[in-house]
């Protein structure tokens, strides 16, 4: 069957879908007992991606998005509102897909637009609870697409005690797991996060978290300072200087220094942290660089390395001492940011990891999470679990998502 994903992530700048011709396999699974002790069971979906588009959303549409991630700033009325719009530019977007490649979907698995994460159970009236809110209206989308629509896959994975987040090891294990090599995925989308895969792992044995900003401060500082959406190709940031008293006084936050599992979101990197990372940089640029002039390019070389340092950081405290890793792949918008491509390649060096990019293994950067959430759902209409356990906290697998039928 051919399979629609569909990701809109944090850094809310469009829509991406993704192609994928699915099928059950015969795959060989390796259980929790161990590498030998493996059955042949039909659990393991097959998939080739057959192409992939992304749809930017319009500027009105993306303020209006960034606004309800900010719930003060917005009335209920309006998130409806924005639920039902979502659907149908999710809808005008996979038509387009098919379009373009002249396939037609059979199913679709739509993420949605995070408008709230908290992942860790809070006191709430009485209750401790943790909760999500992914919107883009299923049973709209699947009516205007005339196909059945998965949807809304984080509550399950929290019904069953996870944080809801990350899902998309459940991929990363099916493309990276390797008998003789340790593989750390990367994705640098508005959050970057790794999910590090041992060498002849189990799912049981998978580390995945969120290492901390991906793109999110990177771009919230080039809309302040150079009024656009984001450093294209990196170039603002090459002409830059890191100033490396920033960027040492920021790994110290309290979130770097917590032990994984753990997520981030723009409750942590969002505005009000890109407001604390320009007084800060200000005020210690004006410290440490006396009569130097410093531009405003070097706040957004400063940004670019605090994201490469805190995943360096974070991979060396947190993954490395797990087992042996040989390999970082890359994946996410800002595998197109050269100038942080190449501060990573220098981080990933040091640690003696190979840099690689997830084009190597078939599938571009920027579909990576959009092929995901086909597969997800794939699972989901198969009725198999797909989060992953050792990922999310979750106390059980949980087969993820609603379905909407046309
Ligand atoms: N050509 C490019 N040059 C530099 N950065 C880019 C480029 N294309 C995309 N990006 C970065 O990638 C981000 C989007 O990445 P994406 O993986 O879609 O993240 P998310 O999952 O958070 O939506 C953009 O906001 C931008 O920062
Ligand atoms: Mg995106």
């Known amino acids: 069957m051919i399979v629609a994903g569909v990701m809109s992530g944090t850094s809310a700048d469009g829509i991406d879908v993704a192609l994928v011709r699915l099928e059950n396999s015969t795959a060989r699974v390796p259980r929790a007992t161990g590498a030998e002790d493996r059955q042949e069971k039909p659990s393991h979906a097959r998939f080739e991606l057959l192409g992939h588009a992304a749809f930017p959303y319009p500027a009105s549409v993306r303020n209006c998005v960034l606004r309800s991630m900010n719930a003060q700033c917005m009335g209920v009325a309006e998130?409806?509102?924005?639920?039902?719009l979502l659907a149908e530019l999710f809808a005008d977007a996979v038509a387009a897909t098919e379009k373009k490649f002249q396939w037609n979907a059979d199913l679709v698995g739509c993420h949605g637009q995070t408008i709230y994460h908290q992942g860790k159970p809070a006191p709430f009236l009485g209750k401790k609870l943790a909760v999500t809110w992914q919107i883009g209206e299923g049973a709209v989308l699947s009516a205007r697409l005339g196909i059945p629509v998965v949807s809304d896959f984080r509550p399950a994975d929290m019904a069953a005690g996870g944080k809801g987040a990350p899902l998309v090891p459940y991929l990363d294990y099916l493309l990276y797991r390797d008998d003789g090599l340790g593989r750390i995925a990367l994705n640098i989308g508005g959050i970057a996060n790794v999910t590090a895969i041992p060498a002849r792992a189990t799912p049981e044995d998978v580390i995945a978290f969120d290492t901390g900003p991906g793109n999110m401060v990177i771009d919230a500082?080039?809309?302040k300072l150079f009024h656009k959406r984001y450093d294209r190709d990196g170039r603002i940031a090459a002409a830059g200087r890191t100033l490396e008293g920033p960027v040492s006084h920021f790994l110290q936050l309290s979130f770097f220094r917590r032990k994984p599992p753990k997520t981030a979101g723009r409750e942590e990197f969002g505005r009000k942290?890109?407001?604390?990372?320009w007084r800060d940089a200000r005020s210690v640029r004006a410290r440490k660089h006396g009569g130097a002039r410093v531009e405003k390019a070097d706040l957004i070389r400063t940004a670019t390395v605090l994201t490469t340092r805190s995943i360096s950081d974070q991979v060396r405290r947190y993954v490395?001492?797990?087992?042996?890793?040989s390999e970082l792949i890359v994946s996410?918008?800002?595998a197109k940011n050269r100038t942080l491509m190449a501060s990573l390649a220098n981080e990933a060096?040091?640690?003696?990891?190979?840099?690689?990019?997830?084009?190597?293994?078939?599938?571009?950067?920027?579909a990576k999470e959009a092929v995901a959430f086909a597969v997800l759902a794939f699972e989901t209409w198969n009725r198999r679990p797909s989060n992953v356990p050792a990922a999310t906290g979750a106390r059980r697998p949980a087969v993820l998502?609603?379905?909407?039928y046309p």
Do not use: C, V, Y
Not at 79 to 84: I, S
Not at 273 to 277: D, G, K, L, T, V
Not at 320 to 325: A, D, E, M, N, V
């Open 79 to 84: 998130l409806a509102r924005l639920n039902f």
């Open 332 to 334: 996410g918008g800002g």
């Open 401 to 404: 998502g609603k379905i909407s």
């Open 273 to 277: 942290f890109a407001e604390r990372f």
């Open 349 to 366: 060096g040091a640690l003696e990891l190979r840099l690689r990019s997830s084009d190597e293994f078939g599938i571009p950067p920027d």
């Open 320 to 325: 490395l001492p797990q087992g042996s890793f």
């Open 221 to 223: 500082m080039t809309q």
